[in-house]
């Protein structure tokens, strides 16, 4: 006999404002099971897993826990019920601690009914640690970087102890180290029986942590299936609905004139700190340059210091064929021809509350305003041809940016910055929740950007990805370069040696 599934959702219906995304969905799970759940970007993946936390209500179907049926009003409900998710666009406030993002609305009281600082603090460390969360838990969020706040919320999931714990693409914005971080504490939680659903775009994750693969596609379930017997290509054919060839071929062409020179370039924070220490340095026209390394080991940093986003702090020479140029501030970096597309979409990438359009010409009104007026007719064309490009799926451009998939909203922020036409694009997890499909697209367009003689310099956290996409590949290591590998020689094993810090 059957053991009685610890969570069954059926026949989910969901649509939003008349445009259904999701068609009589099931969706089945053990206890002490790793679900992974998987499809194209706007699948409708998030969607499915916010009507199990209680973020939607209004939806049709059932949704069953031990047999017994709820329907959850609101996402504390839902966490009563022990189901606790992590989002995949990160919800900390800004503002508060570590700790106090952890444990916000359910703070330890002391007497009195004031916090409990002492012990919400040490409670906090706690989990943490066992994160390998290296940070004080009383500083504010917004000084943590975007790997680290994402383990905070995965922190935050842990800390309630739930029996149904969601992460939509937890790992996005880790490095390998952190993501095995994280399976770890994955089988820790398996152990107690808790049944995790695990939502990402990465193949080898999938086949690494899921017991099984539940596979979406266009708002239908396509079907579910043990992950250790299927097969890579089965899953991808299920995903995108067509064969498809897995492997990206490069195709840059770099020329030998040097389109942008780094030297000795070096920032520090205000306490004295070094980010990058002489980083040094050169890359030529249409060359495809990776940047690899671990969360912290200043490739974020890098990009940003060359991008002119903290002059004060930085010292060194930026040079873009062979002229010093100012790095004194974006507005000045752009000028000159550099576009930086960072890896926190909804800090400081997009505009919320704006249309998918207007989100793209953002940086690029020079481009659609003629004769000192906005022309509709070429905003829409230029956006038209994009959109089309980068298969963004929106169904009306009017639409507010936050209504579309993360992944789209990704590809909305590439297409922003490429309608700036930059000499030199610095590109930091532009893939970040991407799926498959649309990851190969733009793979596509780096190529045939570079063979435009546009110079691109990519930050990954994915080395199969570096690997197969760049020319050449440099890895930092605390701050400083510690190799820099020709396409030919690089491997996965070379990039971990220089990357892992020295003991
Ligand atoms: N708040 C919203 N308002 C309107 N449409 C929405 C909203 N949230 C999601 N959608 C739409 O629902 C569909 C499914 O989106 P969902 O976020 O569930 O996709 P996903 O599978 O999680 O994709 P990704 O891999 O990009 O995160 C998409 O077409 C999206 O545009
Ligand atoms: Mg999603």
Known sequence: MMEKPLL????????FSGVQVL????????????MALMGENGAGKSTLMKILAGVHTDWQGSILIEGEKHRF??????????????????????????AENIFLGREPAAFGGMINYPKMNRMAHEITDELNLNVDVRTPIAQLRVGQQQLVEIAKALSLNARILIMDEPSSALSDTETEILFRVIRQLIRRNVAVIYISHRMG???????????????????????????????????????????????????????????????????????????????????????????????TELLEAIFGADFLQTSGEVKINGQHI?????????LAGLSLITEDRKGNGLVLGMSVEQNMTLAALREIVRYGMLSKSREKSVTGRFTHRLSINVSDMKNPIETLSGGNQQKVLLAKWLLTNPRILLLDEPTRGIDVGAKHEIYELL??????GITIIIVSSELTELLSICDRIMVM??????????????????IMDAAAPLA
Do not use: C, W
């Not at 190529?447 to 435009?452: D, M």
């Open 23 to 34: 068609y009589d969905v099931d969706f089945e799970m053990s206890a002490g099971e790793v």
């Open 205 to 299: 994750e999938v086949f690494e942590i899921a017991d099984r693969v539940t596979v979406l596609r266009d708002g239908h379930l396509v079907g579910v299936r043990s992950a250790k017997e299927v097969q890579r290509q089965e899953l991808i054919s299920m995903m995108v609905g067509r064969d498809f060839d897995q492997f990206f071929v490069k195709e840059s062409a770099p020329q030998d004139e040097v389109a942008l020179e780094v030297n000795r370039l070096t920032r520090k924070t205000i306490d004295g700190k070094y980010l990058i220490k002489d980083v040094t340095f050169r890359v030529r026209k249409g060359e495809q340059f990776g940047i690899a390394g671990l969360l912290g080991a200043g490739r």
């Open 447 to 452: 190529s045939e950007l570079s063979k435009q």
């Open 73 to 98: 009003k609101n996402t504390k409900d839902a966490e009563q019920a022990g189901i606790s998710i992590i989002y995949q666009e990160l919800n900390l406030v800004q503002e508060l601690s570590v």
């Open 477 to 494: 290591r605390e701050g400083t370069v510690s190799a820099i590998l020709e396409h030919e020689e690089a491997s996965q094993e070379k």
């Open 326 to 334: 100012d790095y004194s501030s974006p507005e000045k970096t752009i």
């Open 8 to 15: 069954l959702m059926k026949q989910i219906n969901k649509d």
